[in-house]
């Protein structure tokens, strides 16, 4: 029972170019997260989905997308990186009341 | 719209020292209340969480919180730390009305430093 799971664990992307990340969770829930945390600025809600097929924005969306074709995994991709992406990324799953983080994905973006 | 204020960004305590770490949120909605704990290069992992009931919630490794509607607070408290408590905290709120499905937000979090 591995929880939530985060692939890659880190990257060096080069500006300009395109990346996805993915969460894979293995506790049947509902909902999944992804955040991003930055020094000084806690973590903030990129996107997060409430069932398979559905997304919505958070409070820091510009120059992300996601998907959740199935209820276990969600992906986010980057487009087109840029240095301002340069973060640790975590990935969460969650009930109504509790959330489960995953191990984070530390992205440089040169 | 909520938000969280973590009134201090660093908390040097000696060991065996009890320690606050405070908490203010802002919101115009009732919320459900967390505090999460990073250790080095690690995820979050949740120390404790307030959803209705007793003010004074109990969590893992010892750590307390007291919810103060009046004042919107829910400091965290230990009264002896450890070594093992160096860490980063965040406090963190979600929308209860919306059945806290629509994601957390966090404070900026506060650095605990225990100092032999």
């Known amino acids: 029972n591995a929880g939530v799971t985060q692939t890659p664990k880190f990257r060096v992307l080069k500006t300009g170019q395109s990346m996805t990340l993915l969460c894979a969770q293995d506790?049947?829930?509902?909902?999944m997260y992804w955040y991003r945390q930055d020094p000084g600025m806690g973590l903030r809600l990129i996107h997060y989905?409430?069932?398979?097929?559905?997304?919505a924005k958070g409070e820091v969306p510009d120059g992300y997308n996601v998907s959740r074709l199935k209820k276990q995994n969600f992906l986010l991709g980057l487009e087109s990186a840029a240095p301002s992406q340069t973060s640790v990324y975590f990935c969460?799953?969650?009930?109504?009341?509790?959330?489960?983080f995953g191990p984070g994905t530390r992205l440089t973006v040169l | 719209a909520q938000s969280v204020t973590q009134l201090d960004s660093q908390v040097p305590v000696f060991e065996e020292a009890p320690v606050e770490l405070r908490c203010n949120y802002s919101s115009s909605v009732s919320v459900y209340l967390f505090w999460y704990v990073q250790y080095p290069n690690q995820g979050l992992q949740l120390l404790l969480k307030y959803l209705s009931g007793s003010t004074l919630v109990k969590g893992i490794n010892g750590f307390e919180a007291e919810f103060n509607k009046s004042q919107t607070s829910f400091h965290l408290r230990k009264p002896s730390v450890h070594i093992s408590d160096t860490a980063e905290y965040f406090c963190a709120v979600s929308d209860r009305v919306g059945g806290g499905a629509d994601g957390l937000t966090f404070g900026k979090g506060t650095h605990l430093i225990i100092q032999p």
């Open positions: 506790m049947n829930h509902e909902y």
């Open positions: 969460a799953t969650g009930i109504t009341d509790t959330q489960y």
């Open positions: 989905s409430v069932g398979e097929g559905t997304t």
